[in-house]
């Protein structure tokens, strides 16, 4: 279940829509400065919409983020997510239907413009089968913390276009997380400004 859960996760993640503000630059007479980004030019908006489904498994899940640039390398944001699954390979048992919901605060610090180290705390909570029998199954709904570490590649393909790929690793490791201990969380995809 924890690999299954794994993949979901490496999938719903494949695709990705950011919207993103561009960063100001202004230019001096005599020379070229970068300056912190307009207040306007600051936030940015985007996130990620994952699906997948295969046999007796649905799942659809909507992670929306906001972030503000505090200077042109630094960044802080916040996530929020919601992923709908219906798991219908229990039978002769019901699907189980169910709803994952919980919300993350991330910083990201650029280290050249197109790699950038991340940290992000995230609490999500999940609702689990549990107690099988012949008549069917018990649910319980757990909290789990992850503190994500690692970083990304961003690469610019066009003016408002760029491809990205991040792994992260959760270093406290709850034992309740559906996810192995060490497993990497691997997302990739493109990404659009307006």
Avoid: C
Wanted: no cysteine; proline share 6%; charged share 15%.
């Amino acid at each position: 279940m924890k690999y299954l859960l794994l993949v979901l996760f490496i999938v719903s993640t494949s695709l990705a829509i950011a919207i993103e503000n561009k960063e100001a630059t202004e230019t001096n007479t005599s020379n070229t400065t970068m300056n912190p980004p307009a207040a306007e030019n600051r936030w940015y908006y985007g996130g990620n919409i994952g699906f997948n489904f295969w046999n007796d498994y649905f799942y659809l899940g909507v992670y929306p983020l906001v972030g503000y640039k505090v200077t042109p390398k630094l960044s802080l944001g916040a996530k929020i997510g919601y992923a709908y699954i219906s798991d219908d390979r229990y039978e002769p048992l019901p699907a189980l239907k169910t709803s994952n919901y919980g919300g993350s605060l991330f910083t990201r610090y650029r280290i050249i413009p197109q790699i950038y180290a991340h940290a992000e705390f995230a609490y999500w909570s999940y609702e689990n089968a549990i107690n099988f029998t012949s008549q069917g199954y018990d649910t319980e709904r757990v909290w789990v913390p992850y503190l994500l570490l690692g970083g990304g590649f961003s690469q610019n393909i066009g003016p408002n276009v760029w491809l990205f790929a991040e792994v992260l690793f959760d270093v406290i490791n709850d034992e309740n997380s559906p996810y192995e201990s060490g497993d990497p969380f691997v997302s990739f995809g493109a990404g659009v400004g307006f």
